[in-house]
């Protein structure tokens, strides 16, 4: 069953940009703190940006004035626009939450090329 979908990635030039999607299933990222991870090739997967349950947002040195993570409870979907790209954000993203993690969906890749 799946459980988190992450979508919206796709091929970008430097500069462009990119509104990520984590959808979930039933109540999973209800009232809980929710964040974005990411793993280029070759490295580990990193911590991005996350939004907590009271709704603060934090993000990593190299993303921040650029990205923005948001939600809609209503449709219990979590959301990473992503602005001013540049090659080295080119990874795979991932959402997850950030306490009690469960399985990680397939996660979405961005790739950010001229």
């Known amino acids: 069953q799946v459980q988190l979908v992450e979508s919206g990635g796709g091929l970008v030039q430097p500069g462009g940009s990119l509104r990520l999607s984590c959808a979930a299933s039933?109540?999973?990222?209800?009232?809980?703190?929710v964040g974005w991870y990411r793993q280029a090739p070759g490295k580990e997967r990193e911590w991005v940006a996350s939004i907590g349950s009271g709704g603060t947002r934090t993000y990593t040195d190299s993303v921040k004035g650029r990205f923005t993570i948001s939600r809609d409870n209503a449709k219990n979907t979590v959301y990473l626009q992503m602005n001013s790209l540049k090659p080295e954000d080119t990874a795979v993203y991932y959402c997850?939450?950030?306490?009690?993690?469960?399985?990680w969906g397939q996660g979405t890749q961005v790739t950010v090329s001229s």
């Open positions: 997850n939450r950030l306490s009690g993690k469960i399985g």
């Open positions: 039933g109540s999973i990222l209800s009232i809980t703190g």
